[in-house]
């Protein structure tokens, strides 16, 4: 089963939404569910050594959110494409804000599907990932 | 400097299964609310979209076969990632996903130098051989400081 696609148009945005503050223990458990056990994201040490001022999140961790934010809206089943940039780390206690703005609705091969602008920005504005998502919607 | 005689090298190739647990695991990790990663969805749990990353749990002991890219591994980042969608994959499939490195390149850099660049997409197979999903990882190495 999938959800029913939503509909949307042109500058149809995203909920609002935001993170808890993100602590170690959510970059720990990412890293387990992921495989990716690069220690410059649970090992202060390490990640000092080269010139952070501590852990940060993995890229895909961020990546994973925001993607959790459209599934979240749009409903499973109903992304046909998700693409991000990484652009800034992100660090413990960072809330993460998403936001998502529809930017083109077109005829695709099985309906209509919409091109969705997203990102994640921290609270200081600096924008840690920048995206851009394909989902099927409502003719 | 990037070396463009490994475009094209296929750096490997795994089956693995689709899990419940995994998926579960992998769901809570990026905050997935939806409860269509629950195991009592009708056809079954459907995995994240970002999912498809914990295909390196199945990677060969000592890592993929990697040519030299001509690039310094310790300088590398994840550029960017992309993933497209052809049918949904759930618990209880079966996925083949074969990865390849499909460009290595350089760009000058706007403060100086050069970026190289190496691109790996992955395409993912379901049990009955249909294509379900593609990746690409666009990894970057910044210009050496001088």
Redesign the interface.
Known sequence: ???TPPRLTVGTRGPDWS?DPLTRT?FV??A?????MNPVHHDDTIAQA?GNPSVFAH???T???L??Y???WL???T????????REKVLPADVLTCQAEVTDVAAGNDGKVATIACSVVREDGSVAIEGTATAACAP | MANVEAIGTVIGKVSFPVELG?VR??????????P??DRN???GA?A???FL??M??WEPEGGPNMPDLGMDW?RV?????????FA?IRVGDTLTVTTRITDVYTKPSSKGGELSFAVFESEFEKQDSDRVAVSRMILVEPPKRS
């Open positions: 089963m999938t959800t993170s959510d458990r990412y387990g569910a992921s495989g990716d080269i890229g895909m961790l990546a994973g959110l993607s959790s459209l599934v979240d409903g499973v089943g992304l046909r494409s998700f693409k991000v940039r990484f | 995994k695991e992998f769901a809570k990790a990026v905050h997935a609310g939806n269509e990663y969805a009708p056809d459907v994240p979209p970002t990353m914990t390196s749990l310790l980042l994840h550029g960017e990632q992309e993933f497209e969608y949904p």
